[in-house]
């Protein structure tokens, strides 16, 4: 039986990268990065005007006042891409939009709330000095021309398709999409859409994992449940393995009668990297890679269905994102205060659902769920994170200072 941190670093060391493709700026939201962005000009491209009013020279309206405004003439306009051309000259004004470019010899902006224009728009009245750089966005002070503003390896959101779009970037490289198999077993299992007969349950952890591998990025096949047949799930990995990067089957992974995954990886001469962790859910987790007909990397996930969703976050996403080469695959830890006592063990490190929730001094509380252990997917499904008590460690109290991972979606 392996650590949690060992398995987590034998995940990455077995995820190999996957090849590099190009994909449309519409198409690239939750992609990861497979090149650096770099910016090809400056921005803003030119001084920016921050607020509507008036572009002047501050030397023009150093002493004014209500009492007494700088009087300038108005000689143009600039608009957001549609700029004045000419050259400022003192005693003179331009009428200028937010975002607008401010024209050549101008080096203040002064807001319309303290002006007033005269004499038909010709004559502008001042009321309030500006400095030199007022309400001026500098060229190139948020981001100069080559610049790396994205890295290879972060994963594109939403905020960060501005930036491509910004600076160019019609197409991008990512990292190809892992192909995912998902496959249930036990003949407890019916699907869905059946009414359990006595001693079946529905089918419900091939969907939690194939909507879990979804969130990593992966593309997903969820195949029907296998029941409790040696010879048929040796058939079945064989043909996953043929078309999926990553095979994650749920139960059977036990040292019961019918556990019969570990069996079929045997057999068909899995290298097997790891059977046991210390993780409370979640102990039989099996880790093996297939190398014919391709090198297929498989997890053995055990059958309850909140072990199901913590082995798949802790250890299967964190290869799916390795692959994708992610900075950052693992669940990253984090601190918080806990809300009320929890219970721990002495040799597996636990895992604990909880729900987060910021308290009124601004402390990240966590607050622990009541749940009936590691089949209670219903508890569970109100869960926004995991509280990690470490092992050798029989409880922690409210209060207490403990680390948290935060579930995917």
């Known amino acids: 039986m392996i650590s949690v941190a060992e398995a987590i670093r034998i995940v990455r060391r077995e995820s190999e990268l996957l090849p590099v493709e190009p994909v449309g700026i519409s198409e690239c939201m939750g992609r990861v990065l497979a090149c650096d962005v770099v910016a090809d000009s400056d921005l803003p491209p030119f001084n920016r005007a ?16 209500g009492d007494a405004p700088a009087r300038l003439r108005v000689v143009g306009e600039a608009a957001a891409g549609r700029g004045w051309r000419g050259r400022l000259q003192s005693g003179e004004a331009v009428r200028i939009m937010t975002g607008a470019p401010v024209p050549d010899g101008a080096d203040s902006v002064q807001r319309v709330e303290v002006t007033s224009e005269r004499e038909g728009g010709a004559i502008v009245h001042i009321e309030r000095g500006t400095k030199p750089g007022q309400f001026i966005v500098e060229r190139g002070s948020e981001v100069a021309a080559g610049t790396v503003v994205l890295r290879a390896g972060e994963t594109i959101n939403a905020a960060m398709t501005a930036a491509l779009a910004a600076f160019g970037y ?4 990512v990292s ?28 419900s952890n091939s969907y939690s994992l194939s909507a879990y591998a979804t969130l ?10 296998a029941g409790d047949d040696p010879g048929q799930l040796v058939e079945l990995i064989s043909i996953c393995a043929e ?7 749920s139960g059977g992974v036990s040292m019961g009668v019918y556990d019969f995954t570990k069996p079929a990886l045997n057999q068909l001469g899995a290298e097997m990297f790891f059977e046991r962790v210390a993780l409370r859910p ?9 190398v014919a007909p391709r090198r297929t990397l498989v997890f053995g996930l055990p059958g309850n269905p909140v072990s199901v969703s913590v082995t798949f976050n802790l250890f299967a996403r964190t290869a799916l994102l390795a692959m994708q080469g992610a900075h950052d695959p693992a669940l990253v830890e984090e601190r918080a205060v806990l809300g009320h006592p929890v219970k721990g063990a002495l040799e597996r490190m636990s895992y604990l659902p909880t729900r987060l929730f910021t308290d ?18 219903v508890a569970f ?28 979606g």
């Open 50 to 65: 921050q607020m509507d009013g008036y572009a002047v020279r501050a030397a023009d309206t150093e002493n004014a006042t």
């Open 170 to 173: 019609a197409q991008i490289e």
């Open 176 to 203: 190809r999409r892992p192909r995912v198999v998902v496959l249930a077993t036990g003949t407890e299992l019916v699907a869905v859409g059946e009414r359990p007969g006595a001693d079946q349950i529905r089918d």
């Open 216 to 225: 990593a990025g992966a593309v997903v096949e969820r195949l029907p449940f």
């Open 243 to 249: 078309r999926a990067d990553l095979l994650v089957l």
């Open 282 to 290: 979640g102990k039989p987790t099996v880790f093996a890679r297939l």
């Open 360 to 377: 009124d001094d601004g402390r990240l509380i966590a607050e622990p769920l009541k749940w009936g252990g590691s089949s209670d997917f």
């Open 381 to 408: 499904a109100r869960a926004t994170a995991l509280i990690i008590v470490p092992e050798g460690v029989a409880a922690l109290e409210a209060g207490a200072r403990v680390h948290i991972v935060r579930l995917p």
